[in-house]
């Protein structure tokens, strides 16, 4: 599933200038992308925007081949799993309940999960490794855990594409690296994700693609040798830095300067 903007534009009332601005992209089906940019870029803004959350002043976003506000609510819940940046549970619920929430786009009003929707939800607690966690209460869990409980509920809606907003936020090495590497491995199993993100050398490592956002436009584009140019990178986030290759993994990393 593959998603794209052309000449996208989005203004918010009272704001100074676009938080996007003609922005024309494309991020194909079956790569992991990795958005990138300083605070304020634009890339919040580009994720809802590809969600339809976010009105365009002008310009398109497009999932697939149509305009993603074309889509009905139903059928785009359906196609496109959300991890947003942050969530609150205020009630009890055990961490299975909320995995199956991701169920409700097909199961519709009243009616009781099938066999099909038990499977998935099985498979998504399995592949997020959480099978244990099962009957525990969401609210006894790690911050790692809860992150794997809310991608394994995005995962049990069987989408075609997965988009998430900075999951590895305020997690440890051991956490951060496993939601990464769950991530790469559906990408390899074809499934078209998009991951915003602050590492750098986490998504270079990862990535098949990035897209570097500054000030609302597209600094730079395409695989992580693309997009890592020292230049490109002082220019945007506006200190000295040093690119090289990481010894130990053989991909690109950056090394803030003093």
């Known amino acids: 599933m593959k998603l794209g903007t052309d ?14 601005d003609g922005v024309t992209l494309s991020i194909p089906a079956g790569c992991l992308t990795a958005v990138l940019g300083p605070n304020g870029s634009g890339k919040s803004t580009l994720l809802r925007a590809l969600l339809g959350a ?10 697939g081949d149509r305009d993603v ?3 009905d609510r ?14 609150t549970i205020a009630f009890p619920i055990t961490v299975r309940e909320m995995v199956a929430m991701g169920r409700f786009p097909h199961l519709g009003p009243l009616r009781a999960e ?18 244990d966690l099962r009957n525990r209460q969401v609210t006894t869990l790690s911050g790692g855990e809860f992150q794997r ?7 049990a809606q069987e989408p075609r594409a997965l988009v998430l907003d ?11 690296m496993s939601i990464l590497g769950l991530l790469r ?5 074809g499934m078209t994700v998009l991951l915003i993100t602050h590492q750098l050398n986490l998504a270079a490592r990862f990535a098949d693609r990035m897209i570097l956002l500054d000030g609302g436009h597209v600094a730079a584009e395409g695989t992580p040798s693309e997009v890592f140019r020292r230049e490109i990178l002082e220019r945007v986030y506006d200190w000295p830095v040093r690119v090289d290759e990481d010894p130990v993994t053989g991909s690109l990393r950056v090394v803030p300067l003093s």
Do not use: M
């Not at 009105?55 to 398109?60: E, F, K, M």
């Not at 409980?149 to 995962?155: G, H, M």
């Not at 900075?166 to 951060?176: G, I, K, N, V, Y």
């Not at 491995?185 to 199993?189: A, C, F, L, M, R």
């Open 7 to 20: 000449h996208l534009t989005i203004q918010y009332s009272g704001a100074a200038r676009p938080a996007l």
């Open 54 to 63: 976010s009105r365009p002043s002008t310009g398109t976003a497009t999932l």
């Open 69 to 71: 506000r074309a889509w």
């Open 74 to 87: 139903r059928e785009l819940a359906q196609t496109v799993g959300v991890v947003s940046q942050s969530e």
């Open 114 to 131: 099938g066999w099909r929707d038990r499977e998935a939800v099985d498979k998504a607690l399995e592949r997020c490794d959480i099978g």
């Open 149 to 155: 409980v809310r991608i394994a509920r995005a995962l």
């Open 166 to 176: 900075e999951p590895t936020a305020s997690l440890d090495l051991r956490h951060e």
């Open 185 to 189: 491995d559906w990408t390899d199993d």
